[in-house]
Structure formats: C-alpha cells, structure tokens
C-alpha cells in the first residue's frame, strides 16, 4: 500500500504549483481567500476520495485504473468519454511539470541555457529535450519508472522539509533578509533590478497579507495578464491537489487493490492537504506581499539551509511527476484501446507482453502540443477542466448506482454516503463553470462527443453498469405513467411481425442448432417502416413438433436435454436478424406444437401498457388456394393470424408480391393508395411513414379513388379530395377514377375440384352456397327467383353494374337471413366522414358515399365485403369519434341496419339459438358481433367463391391494374370475409383482388383513428 498507493499519490499531488506558483498566489489571494482556494480544491479532492474508495471496494479491479471504475460503474459510452479526458489531463499534465522544471532551471542557470532565443522559446525548447529524454527513459522500461517513483517522492519530502525549516528560522547568510532579483520592465524592454526582502515569522506581514490584493502589480510572470479573483484562482491552484488518482492507475500491479487504493489514497490526500494548507499561512507570515509578487521562486530564497537544495530538488521532482503522468496517460490509452468502445483507438492497443509503444507516441505528441504554449499559467486552467469532468463522473457514479438501488453496488467501504458524492459532483460542476464557462463547454462537448461515438460502437461492451440500472427505473417510471391507449395525435405503428421460424439443425451433432424465420422478407419492410418511431417486435413462433405435452413423457420438448441450447441459439439468432436489418426492436420466439395457439400466446404476451403492439405485420402465403393439404393449413395459419388481430383490436398488416427493396437501393416510382374503405386513416398515414426512409423517400404517393361519371360532379368531388388531404398535411397527389356504371359482367373462372376427403361441411354448416352442390362440387347458377329471394344480382345478364353492385354490397346485411327478417329499419343516426355537394344525385338514388363506421373502420359490409364507391372525402362534415378533436356536426341518414355506430362498444348479451354474442341497438334491434370468422366450418370449408363477389373484385382489380400496373407499391383495404364464404374461396378473391400487381400491402384498420387534421 505504501510504494503501491500512497508514495505515487503524494508524487503526483506534490507538484510544482506549490513551489513555483504558492508564495505568488498568497501574494494575490492573501491569507484569507488564499485559504479558501485552498480549502475549496482540498475539499473536492478529499470528497472524491471517498466515492473513489467506495467504487474501488465494490468488487475486483482490474488495469486501467481510473478509467476501469468510472466505465464499469457509468458504462463503456461514458466511461470512454471520460477516460480520454483523463487521459488528456495526464498529458497535458506532464507537459505542465516538464515546464516547471524549465522554471527551475532557467532560475538556476539564467546563463546556461541551450539557446539564447528568449524566455517563451527557450521553455519550449528545454521542454521539448526533457520530453524526449522521458521518452526514451519509457521506453527502456515503465517498470523502472515505477521504482524510480520513490526515490523522486524522498527529493520531494527533503525539499519541503527544507521550506519548513527555513521559512521558521528565518534569514541567514546563505538565505539574506535582502536580495535581489532581475525583472522584466513594464515597457517590455530590458531587464531591471528590483532589491527584496524578507523576514521570518511576523505578525505584521500576516496582518497586511491577510486581505486578497487582486490588482496588486506583480513582475513575476509579466506574460500573465490575466485578471484574477477568487474562482479563476481555482483554476491555477487546482491542479496542485490533483494526482489521488495514481494509485488507482497503478491497479493492475498491485496486490490487494480493493483494500489499498482507499486506504492510500486517503492518507496521501489527507497528508498533502495539511501542507498545502499549511504553507498558505507559512508564505503569507515571512514576506512582504511586494516579495511574494516579484520573486519567481521565493519558495527557494527562504530555504534552508540554501535555495540550490530547493531549486534542483524541485527540478527533480518535477522530472519525476511527468514521467508518472506520461506513464499512466500511456497505460489509460492502451486500456481504452483494449475495450475496443472507441475503434479509432484501435492501433493504440498493446499486443500482450509487450509495452503499449504507440500509446507512449501518442502521449508524447500531446505533451508536446502543450508545451508549446509555454506558459504554466495558462496550462493550468485547462489541466483543470479535464480533472474535474473525470472526478464528476466518479461522484455521479456512486451517486447513480445507490440512487436505482443496483443489487450489484455492495461498497465495502463504511464512510461513503450518496449525498456525499452529489454534492461533490455538484461542487465540480460549479467549479468548472464558475472558473472558465466556455472552457467548461468545450470540455463537456468534447466529452459528450467522445460519447455519441462510444456509445454507437459499445453495443457489444456488456458490462453491468449503473446506467442500465438508472434505464431500467426510468423506464419503469415513464411505463407507468403512460396511458395504455395513446391520443390519435401519438399514435404511432408498433409492429409485432409473426412469423414462423423453425430449427436447422444440420450442426446437431456440435450441438449447435440455427433458427430460421421463414418470414425474413417481412423484416426489410418493418426496417423501412422504423422512421415512424415506434417499436418492433420479430415474434417467431416456432411449431416444430417436439413431441407430446405430457410432462410424464420422456419426449416432451421440455424435457429435451437439448432444448436449452436451442432456447439460447434462437434468442441469440433473433437478436442479430433484428442487427442485420437495422432494426431497433426486440426478438421474442414462442416454442408451441401448435401455430395458432403461438399466435394466440405471442399476441397477448407481448408488450405492456403503452409499449403494447397495435400492429400485426404478416406475409400473405403463396400458393394457398389449392385443394391440398398443404395449402389448407396455409390458409388456417393466415386467418388465425387474422382473427386474433381483429379480436385484439390490432391494426392488420399484410404484405404479398415481390420482394420488398434492398436498404442500398432507391425507388422512384409511385405509391399508389386505392382508398376503398376508410380505416380509421391507416392508408393514408403508412405510406406517409414509409417515404420517411431513404429506399422510398423518391416516390411519389398517389391516392385513387373510384367515382361513377354519370353521377358525380368531377371537379367539385376532386376539389374537395384535395381539401381533405391537405388538411391532413400530407403530399399525396389526389386522383379520381371515373368509370362507366354499366360494364361487361368479367368471364371468371372457378376450379370446383372435388373437395378432399373428410373435408365434406356437416349437414348443418352454416355456409351454404348457392354455387356448390355439396354432393357433386358443382357449380350451378341460381335462378332469378332464387337470386331476388337472396337479394342477390341475376347471372342470367351479361351487363354488369359495378355501381350498383357496390350499393347492394353496402345495402345487404351480412348476418344470418333470419336476424335480417327480424329487424325492421328505423331512423338510427350514425357517423359519417363524408358530404359531397359533388355527389348529391347519387344520395337521391339511394346511394350514400357517406362511409360507415363498422368494425375494423369506416365504412359498410357487403357480404362481410367492405368496399364502398367512395372514402371520406371532405373534412367540412368530418365527425370525429372519441379519439379525436370534436369536429362539425354529424349528418345523418336514414341507414341500414348494419350501418351501425361503433364510436362506443354496445351492449352485449347472449340471445339467438347458437348462443352467440349479440349488440344491443337503438329500439330493440340485436344483430351478432362483428368478427373476421363467423364459424369455425369455414376455415375447412371448400366451397368456391360467390360469383357476384368474384366479378365485382375482378373488376376493381382491373381498374386498379389500369392506372397501377408499374407502381412500386399498391396499398389498399384488406376486405372482411363474406359470412357466407370458406377460406379457399376468400383467399382465392384476394388472389383475384391483387392479380398481376408487383407490391401489395393490405390493411386492415381499427374502430380508432390513426390520424388527425388538428394540431
């Protein structure tokens, strides 16, 4: 403890501020405020110590000293950007003792210097040699330096011991009352003689230097013109008390560093506290302050038994200080180098065994920069700031780590105290700005620069430091202070992608096992969907067959002795997927011999409160609307997914088509929006989103929507598209399709192969279809009687009408025929997002462009389809639901019954004969909940798609076709699935819907809305 700690801290802190600069200071300060300077850096210095001891006996320390406290307690991000500060301080510091000893020297031997080039020169000069010499001295060895530490601390000891002596006895012949010394003169010419004196312990040289004489001329240092007074003086004498730190760099080499460093560092600081402290009433009690002011080294003039002694012992010591400074900044540079936070450190690193050589250069060439400014006085000040930055950060840590109750911060030392180390840090702060505000800036910048790039490069440093702790508790604070349902002017997508991930397990036999996300395409559109800001999660859902779930079973994947390492791998795979695709999110994986109850479990599990996902982002599965098995459980995984988003209230998101873009890659086509059904606002706020990344930032977003030309006012309806899109504040070019009401009815095709066996539905499914014989697989074609009884279009016509076709849709219930039958239509008020003078006659004729608020958005079901001829499109007669800013009064229609308001959840009670779930409406009226799936016979069902449904999707997908052929991308509305329908011939009217398009992403809303016009 005593070579290892306390001889390196009392060489360093015993430096040549208190022999070249103490009498001077006293001079200005007086005795009074000169003291309290003192006091001041003591007492930071003495509370640092004491975090310090707490951070050193809370676990084994290892190199790198200082810098190995503040990054393993603050983390690698910070603990860089301090280090390097400190390593900056142990430079410059060097630089600031190798002057010092010029100082010496040239008062020792004014006509032995090496070049007559003046007095600035002739110290960057000498410096430059001495600094060479330390070099070299290095480089034969940093151990040698070590040992030589003691030896310097004893010339130190003998020199202030020799200060004493003299400043007590007082004059003698060697040390005269009277002497005399060369000044420079006030004209800068040349130099002048000027007789002082001095006198021993006096009562009257106490009493007139006990005041502060800031503007008291001084011939010391003429170079220094600076305007002192108490807090800059600070910034001189700081680095005087500074250096408690070197032995905690030297804690690789010792023995029991937990129990020396605070032992040591306190006595050393103590220690050196007494005699700076002291000399401050010692130099103020034997001269006049005209001497204090005007000898550069009165610290020498009063020695005993002669000033040489003084004068050459400083030099050595000061020689001896700058080796250890230079040491330990070459050893702080290899250790940050060796973590690796800061890759442009990466050469400085020293190959084990050897000595960090380039780190030594690096030192060097700092030190060498400092003194080249040449002036202590100047030097000073910004050695301080860089100390102070460091023993901030070592007070904020202690401070930090007891204030989130880390488990890991168990200090053995008993003295230390949180406040203790918050009012230290604060009383660095207050120095800092107090002393020099700018500096102080600089200094932070610096370091919070140093930080960004750490903090970007340290992802892998895994290091249990403090700041994960305090994370974790604001975390938690913010978590339970967020509102679990955010206002619409927050609303941002927080995707949960699903995908199902399976085992490679080629390199079984190592052990080793490799997850695949069979949906890793989807993870380039999450990516490129991140600029929205919020979160994502990659959910795999892994539905290998494990084995049965008896836990009795020996083949239970639970009792697979392999199944950990597979947990482990897969977590491990997840997290660098969500790396390779620049995602910032989180990797969850669900093991699960079943998918849908993967879904089930991944949906309701993840996230809580406000980080709850709001979006499911999913792959629509190729190849599915075959008659095989493989494609039947393609589409039973699909609508699962599907319907545990529609019963959770999750925004659907599914991709289908081609590949999505590279990250390198920079589209410039179109976004195309073909706004059938207005849900909640998620088409129009997604590709907005999108866009903000690089790969779509060059397209251009378009809005279609479809207008029949016989009954629309074209311009007037477009006026107003315009008006609600810019209301929204969004660059989307608006676009009207106008079409023709009657068209030719499309020629589709219907494969009605047999179904497969065991797939026959019960006598009593609850999806008929009037195009399939059950016992045949058939289609046939109703007749007109049986179509009118339906309220279903005739086949028997060639002529198609999409806009009536549309209106029926929007008219027709998708409930059971006997809850239609059973209600009778009354005047119900409902919200609608639409008014157009524009379109007008279309009302008259019994056809609402209004959209309705059902279900997953706005707008009306026609057989579970919801498409209507046109989204909202005005914000004059837009009605807001609860989410949003109250808008216009609402205008009212008489509707259908399924044109129902859902601004609020109805009542529910059980009633009908299968007991499902029924909404109370207004007068009475009870209709079935909405959901995707109606019964569970249609996910196995074969039957073939309604040919009314098929036509009017062909059709669309032909409009669509005609203007969005080449669009990089088609958004549009994700439609329910008709009551009356099976999943293969749902899947096969979206394949129809989305036939021949490059990129599609079908969407499917919320009952609330995503976007707003009001700020």
Known sequence: MVQGVIFPCMGNILGVILFLRGPWIVGKAGILQGFGVGAVCCTCTFLTTLSLSAIATNGKIQGGGAYYLISRSLGPALGAGVGLCFYMANSIGAAMYFMGCVEAWEIAAPNHQILAVGELNNIRLTGYVILAAAVLIILGGIKYVSRLGTVFLMVVLLVIL???????????????????????????????????????????????????????????????????????????????????????????????????????????????SIIY?????????????????????????????????????????SIGAGLNSLVSGTRLLSAIAKDKTLPILKYFEATPGKEPRLALFASAALCAASITIGELNAI?????????????????????????????????????????????????????????????????????????????????????????????????????????????????PQLILISEASFDEAHKEQGSFSLKVHDSELL?????????????????????DFGHRDTANTKDWFMDDQMQQRVIDGNQRAKNLLKDYQIDGFGKVVYTNDFGTGVESLVQATGLGAFEPNCILASWPENATGHDEQSAEKRKKMLHVIQVGVIFQKVLIVAKGAAWPEFQQRLHGTIDIWWIVGDGGILLLLPFLLKKHRVWSRCTTRLFVIADRAGVDVVLMHEEL??????????????????????????????????????????????????????????????QHEADALDQPSRHDSKFSLTHELNKWRQRNAEPQKHREENTLGTIERTTSFHSQGSANLQRNGLSLGSIRSGGGIGTRINGMRFAAFPPVTSNALQRNSMTDPGPSSHTVTPSI???????????????????????????????????????????????SNLDDLALVTVLNRLILEESKDAELVVTNLPDMP??????????????????????????GTTNEVITAFT
């Open 898 to 944: 399924d044109q129902l308001r859902f601004d609020e959840e109805p009542e529910t009670k059980p009633s009908g004969d299968d007991g499902e779930l029924l909404r109370q409406v207004s007068g009475g009226s009870q209709v079935p909940r909405t959901l995707f799936l109606h019964r569970p016979s249609q996910m196995t069902a074969q039957k073939v």
């Open 722 to 783: 315009s008006r609600y899109i810019k209301d929204f504040r969004l660059n989307i070019e608006v676009h009207l399709k106008i079409v023709d009401d009657i068209v030719d009815r499309p020629q589709v095709e219907l494969d009605v192969s047999t179904p497969l066996p065991g797939s026959k539905p019960p006598d009593n499914d609850p999806v008929p279809s009037e195009h399939e014989n059950a016992e045949f697989g058939k289609a046939v074609v109703p007749d």
């Open 979 to 1004: 009551p009356t329908d099976s999943a293969l011939g749902y899947f096969r009217l979206i394949e129809a819907l989305t036939k021949d398009m490059k990129r599609v992403l079908l969407l499917r």
């Open 277 to 317: 402290l002291s000399f401050i009433f010692v130099f103020g009690s034997v001269a006049s302050r005209e001497t204090l002011l005007n000898d550069k080294f009165f610290a020498s003039t009063s020695a005993f038994p002669a000033k040489q002694i003084v004068i050459y012992g400083v030099m050595a010591s």
């Open 524 to 544: 380039k559109l999450a990516s490129q969907l991140k600029n929205g800001r919020g979160y994502i999660v990659l959910g795999g859902i892994c539905s290998t």
């Open 162 to 272: 020799c200060m004493y002596v003299g400043c007590f006895a007082g004059p003698t012949d060697l040390s005269p009352a009277e002497f005399t010394v060369q000044l420079t003169a006030v004209d800068g010419g040349d130099m002048v003689e000027k007789v002082l004196s001095w006198t021993g312990p006096s009562g009257s040289n106490f009493a007139n230097n006990w005041a502060p004489a800031w503007d008291a001329p001084q011939g010391a240092f003429p170079s220094d013109t600076t305007d002192y007074s108490f807090v800059n003086m600070m910034g001189l004498y700081f680095p005087s008390v500074t250096g408690i730190m070197a032995g905690a760099n030297r804690s690789a080499d010792l023995k029991d560093p937990a129990s020396s460093i605070p032992k040591g560092t306190l006595i050393a600081q103590i220690s050196t």
């Open 380 to 492: 000073a000040p910004l050695l301080t700031m860089f100390f102070l930055m460091c023993y901030t950060c070592v007070n904020m840590s202690c401070t930090v780590l007891t204030g989130v109750s880390d488990p890991n911060w168990r200090p053995n030392f008993r003295y230390h105290h949180w406040a203790i180390s918050l009012i230290a840090a604060l009383l660095c702060v207050w120095m800092m700005f107090a002393m020099a505000p700018v500096t102080a800036m600089a200094a932070i910048l610096f370091c919070c620069v140093i930080l960004a790039y750490a903090a970007y490069n340290s992802h892998n440093a895994k290091w249990g430091d403090g700041f994960q702790g305090m994370k974790f508790q604001l975390a938690k604070n913010i978590l339970m202070s967020l509102e679990s349902k955010s206002h619409i002017k927050n609303w941002r």
